[in-house]
C-alpha cells in the first residue's frame, strides 16, 4: 500500500515469485474517472474496495499488511485496512 498526498496504490506481491498478483490506485484512467478526488479517504475507500474485488478474481483470500513505521492507522490507512476486510480478504 503507497499513500501520498497525491495518490494512494494499493498492491500484492507473491514473494516466491517477485511478481505483483494484482492492484489498484488512484493514477489508473479507469478508476480516476469514477472518483471525485484521487487523494481523500473516500478515494481509497473506493480504490481499496475494487482492490478487494481484483483479490477475490484471482482467489487471494488473505494478505499480508506491512505498514512503514510513520503509517499510523487513521485516514486513509484505516479506511484502506477496514475496506479490504470488509471485501472478504483476510489480514495475516
Known sequence: MHITNKYVTAQVFHSPT?????????????????????????????????FGERLLLKNITAVAVHLK???????????VIDNVMEAGIKLI
Open 18 to 50: 517477485a511478481t505483483v498478483a494484482a492492484s489498484a490506485g488512484s493514477k489508473e484512467k479507469a478508476l480516476r474517472e469514477r472518483l471525485e478526488s484521487q487523494r481523500d479517504v473516500a478515494a481509497a475507500a473506493k480504490i481499496v474496495k475494487i
Open 69 to 79: 513505521s510513520e503509517q499510523k492507522y487513521h485516514g486513509k490507512v484505516n479506511a
